[in-house]
């Protein structure tokens, strides 16, 4: 029996709730983030990113790109709190549901009569009655397409690919939009003419094999629509973290550290809402030449603090000893322990 599996995404979420809460905000090109000199943007208004404006982007070039932004902080609990809100809606119609980040999850729908396109528009409904936002909803057969379809038409939009329409709707599609394909391969692979899907999948197969080395097999199914994952929603928390891939490859330490206090943020408000410590704080960047460099550290007590988390990732930082601009960064804490358990053996 074919799968029926949803991915559902929240339209620039963080700016989104800034407007709902503010309507003076609406039609606005608002920007989260980036308010000082080394300040990013979190996300922007659709009227912003017709300025060009885009997640990662030093506020500063967003300002320049965007003279008339308005730039507003980061608000954590709020935009946490908004997510809980539909999150709710979606555990009301499944317990498969697979949490991919504060505003995007899938749902695997398969033993549920009721057809998929009614319970994506029951699902932009709800969100929208309950919390005045927009969700676009992608449907298909496996988790690859269906992440694809939610993109197709946003914001707000609705998409079903079947699998009548594999791979052919797929052919044309820019070589950008599959997932694993990163940005000096795409400028390699263009400056030998391949720009669509269907260029990439006429390339001789010993230089693709040659190309994507050991995720080649992986890639050529995913460019045929083919993807055997399946949505997962009880795999045990042995880590929680947040990484980017940053707009521009940069070694400005205060531009990183940036990111690891947001990531700090919204790790702890995580593990205080699970209930849960962490006992061993890990950062990781990759370089532009894409290797990647990790390093960690394990304290001698748990800790649920942005602070401590923040303060620990930005030594941890300094430590690695790196000669090339960074191009993604990230933080994720482990060796994770039950509150309550951790304060019953205290008491003891």
């Not at 709020?78 to 505003?103: A, M």
């Not at 929208?128 to 449907?139: A, D, N, P, Q, Y």
């Not at 669509?196 to 094999?209: A, C, R």
Request: charged residues 25%; contains cysteine.
């Amino acid at each position: 029996m074919s799968r029926k599996i949803i991915h559902v995404d929240m339209d620039a979420f963080f700016a989104s709730v800034e407007q709902v809460d503010n309507p003076s905000l609406k039609g606005k090109p608002v920007i989260v983030g980036g308010r000082t000199s080394k300040g990013v943007v979190c996300t922007c208004s659709y009227e912003a990113r017709k300025y060009g404006v885009r997640s990662a982007m030093p506020g500063f070039i967003a300002a320049k790109k965007c003279p008339n932004g308005i730039f507003l902080p980061v608000r954590h609990s709020r935009y946490k709190e908004v997510s809980n809100q539909v999150f709710d809606i979606l555990y009301s119609i499944t317990d498969i549901v697979e949490p991919l980040s504060i505003d995007e999850a899938y749902l695997d729908v398969s033993d549920i009569d009721t057809p998929s396109i009614e319970i994506a528009q029951y699902i932009k409904n709800e969100v929208f009655k309950k919390t005045g936002l927009t969700i676009s909803v992608g449907i298909s057969h496996n988790k690859y397409l269906a992440k694809l379809a939610s993109d197709w038409n946003k914001p707000d939009g609705i998409k079903i690919i079947s699998e009548e329409m594999v791979p052919e709707i797929l052919r044309p599609l820019s070589i950008k939009t599959v997932y694993g394909i990163g940005k000096k391969t795409i400028d390699k692979l263009n400056n030998i003419g391949v720009y669509t899907v269907n260029d990439l999948l006429n390339l001789p197969k010993d230089y693709f094999v040659e190309l994507f080395s050991n995720q080649s097999w992986e890639l050529y199914n995913r460019l045929l629509g083919i993807d055997n994952r399946p949505v997962q929603p009880n795999r045990e928390t042995k880590s929680l973290g947040r990484e980017t891939t940053l707009s521009s490859n940069t070694d400005d330490i205060d531009y990183l550290n940036h990111f690891l206090l947001l990531f700090s943020k919204d790790i702890s408000y995580t593990l205080k809402k699970q209930n849960i410590l962490s006992k061993t704080i890990t950062i990781k960047i990759k370089t532009s030449d894409f290797s990647s460099h990790t390093k960690s550290k394990t304290i001698h007590h748990y800790t649920d603090s942005d602070d401590e988390i923040y303060s620990i990732a930005c030594n941890l930082l300094k430590e690695i000893n790196i000669h090339d601009n960074i191009r993604l960064i990230g933080l994720s804490v482990s060796n994770l322990s039950d509150k309550k358990i951790e304060q019953l053996t205290f008491l003891r």
